[in-house]
């Protein structure tokens, strides 16, 4: 069985190809009366376009959506809302060679192995194009939460090297092609993807989202922990290898009393004096701010040249044509919001069908 559906009351389902004539998200379980059209979606898409910048993929997309159903005179009906956006640079002969060869770090041997063959323009569904698809269904997902909870990702660290958080400029990460908050980093990631690009090689980034006006009270504390949805969520990601919540792995570092979020007395309910838990306790938001961290793998494909083998299971070497991103993290900023946002505007649904 294939699973390309994600969520519990407000789910999406992906669909399409990275090479296909279209790809899109239909979008299921989103109440009625919502105000939307096309152009709340197209900025969220437009963060993600490909080829803004020398540091991403020179595939041109416009990535222009178009709301297919489940809208009426601007407001959403409550029956599924399908959203399409049509592929327009592919470029399938860049893939010849990876037809009969394995690129390492891919999904091409795994497909193989699942359902005996695969479309290697581009990787199909491998690819993060279908993260296109994910980011039109956030911003839905953005419009049943509501103008009351914002949610913001930004890189903190590019190819190994972090973020200042004493330089951290909420204003200067829309001014730079990195989603950066620390203008000095931005020197020093350009500088590191120019020579990767230009060596044939890719890099890794860690991406960090908050989420803020998030109310205490939303999850569960068994089986649909809010920070295990959001880990799922995160790890469905193309080239994500690992996600933290709050402290995360700093948690396993460092004693009780350093880690437990003191509280005080505040205006509407309990104030946390630090934020180690990243907004959630027992799998239950507390109020706090939502913190959720996703590491990004260097881009599998690569100029560089590499062993593999034949789908045959002869020996060979191979280097990857095509337009690929040197550091997929870049890109994978909005995706990473709309992953949140989905999350949490299914959560909300939950909350409400529960308790009201």
């Not at 998200?25 to 109440?31: E, L, M």
Request: with cysteine; hydrophobic share 35%.
């Amino acid at each position: 069985m294939s699973y390309n559906s994600f969520g519990h009351l407000f789910r999406f389902t992906t669909w399409g190809e990275s090479h296909g004539p279209a790809l899109g998200a239909i979008v299921d379980g989103c109440p009625p009366g919502i105000a939307i059209d096309e152009s709340d979606i197209q900025p969220w898409m437009d963060k993600r376009r490909p080829g803004q910048s020398r540091h991403t993929t020179q595939r041109r997309e416009p990535d222009t959506v178009r709301i297919m159903s489940g809208v009426f005179e601007g407001k959403t009906t409550g029956t599924p809302i399908h959203l399409m956006v049509e592929n327009v640079d592919q470029r399938s002969k860049d893939y010849s060679e990876i037809a009969a060869k394995y690129r390492p770090g891919h999904a091409d041997f795994t497909y193989d192995a699942k359902y005996g063959f695969r479309d290697y323009r581009g990787g199909g569904r491998s690819s993060a194009r279908e993260t296109a698809a994910r980011v039109a269904a956030g911003a839905v997902a953005r419009k049943v939460l509501g103008d009351g909870i914002a949610i913001r990702a930004y890189l903190t660290e590019l190819g190994g090297v972090a973020i200042d958080r004493d330089r951290f400029d909420d204003a200067a990460i829309d001014a730079n092609d990195f989603f950066c908050p620390d203008p000095v980093a931005v020197g020093e990631w350009e500088s590191a993807v120019d020579t990767a690009r230009k060596d044939g090689n890719s890099l890794g980034a860690v991406a960090e989202c908050i989420a803020t006006g998030v109310p205490a009270g939303w999850g569960a504390p068994v089986y649909a922990k809010l920070d295990a949805e959001l880990a799922a969520a995160m790890m469905s990601i193309h080239a994500t290898k690992g996600v933290e919540i709050g402290n995360g792995f700093e948690a396993a570092r460092i004693t009780g009393r350093e880690n437990a979020d003191e509280m005080e007395p505040g205006n509407t309910g309990p104030r946390f004096l630090s934020n180690n838990a990243g907004g959630v306790l027992g799998g239950i938001s507390n109020g706090d701010t939502i913190i959720c961290r996703t590491a990004f793998k260097p881009t599998s494909s690569i100029l560089t040249p590499l062993k593999t083998v034949t789908r045959d299971g002869e020996a060979a070497e191979i280097s990857t044509k095509g337009r690929h991103d040197p550091c997929v993290g870049i890109r994978g900023v909005p995706v990473v919001e709309a992953m949140m946002a989905l999350v949490l505007a299914d959560q909300m649904l939950l909350h409400r069908a529960q308790c009201g």
